[in-house]
T-cell receptor
Framework: GAVVSQHPSRVICKSGTSVKIECRSLDFQATTMFWYRQFPKQSLMLMAT?????????EQGVEKDKFLINHASLTLSTLTVTSAHPEDSSFYIC????????????FGPGTRLTVL | AQKITQTQPGMFVQEKEAVTLDCTYDTSDQSYGLFWYKQPSSGEMIFLIYQGSYDEQNATEGRYSLNFQKARKSANLVISASQLGDSAMYFCAMRDRSKAAGNKLTFGGGTRVLVKP
């Protein structure tokens, strides 16, 4: 299957700082990438849909100014958690939509964010 | 709105035996796709199998097969010959193929599988 990388895999930061997470599709071009958030022992919650060259579409209840998404190229999308607070601590996972007939979404390995 | 239900929060299975993970869905759309993903303790989401709503045959991928019953709106995952490495969280997901939905996936709550030696 297609390969999606995410960096960093783990980050610990102080409250009030901003954290940037990168999501890259390594062997295919992804016109659409998705950002999810997952709390412990829960399912994935879609935060936003990122389309290359245009503004991201955020799900209801997700703060646009808090979670900045940029999709500057067909292989890279970034999520910036601005002025992070302890309640932002979570597992963030990106996915990229492949080009196969099934349009399967391939997921990155995730980023565990801990805000102190 | 779409909804995915996985009624089994957790289950044990004996090594080498088969296990069925339940998934039911609710949608008014005619065209949709159903996916199963595996999430081990490392956190990564691993794609297992896909079933299109218009596919007449049940999907199979190695030890994974999908029991698709469209009238009942169910898409159960069957794992045959369970291995210790199959211990993980399993998520059923549905993709709305309509343009308005933007190819978003809706996930079920997940089922944790623990394979016993």
């Amino acid at each position: 299957g297609a390969v999606v990388s995410q960096h960093p895999s783990r980050v610990i930061c102080k409250s009030g700082t901003s954290v940037k997470i990168e999501c890259r599709s390594l062997d295919f071009q992804a016109t659409t990438m998705f950002w999810y958030r997952q709390f412990p022992k829960q399912s994935l919650m879609l935060m936003a849909t990122s389309n290359e060259g245009s503004k991201a579409t955020y799900e209801q209840g997700v703060e646009k100014d808090k979670f900045l998404i940029n999709h500057a190229s067909l292989t890279l999308s970034t999520l910036t958690v601005t002025s992070a607070h302890p309640e932002d601590s979570s597992f963030y996972i990106c996915s990229a939509r492949g080009t196969a007939k099934t349009d399967t979404q391939y997921f990155g390995p995730g980023t565990r964010l801990t805000v102190l | 709105a779409q909804k995915i239900t996985q009624t089994q929060p957790g289950m044990f299975v004996q090594e080498k035996e088969a296990v069925t993970l339940d998934c039911t869905y609710d949608t008014s759309d005619q065209s949709y796709g159903l996916f199963w993903y595996k999430q081990p303790s490392s956190g990564e989401m691993i794609f297992l199998i896909y079933q299109g709503s218009y596919d007449e045959q049940n999907a199979t991928e190695g030890r994974y097969s999908l029991n698709f019953q469209k009238a009942r709106k169910s898409a159960n995952l069957v794992i045959s010959a369970s291995q210790l490495g199959d211990s993980a969280m399993y998520f059923c997901a549905m993709r709305d193929r309509s343009k308005a939905a933007g190819n978003k996936l809706t996930f079920g709550g997940g089922t944790r599988v623990l394979v016993k030696p």
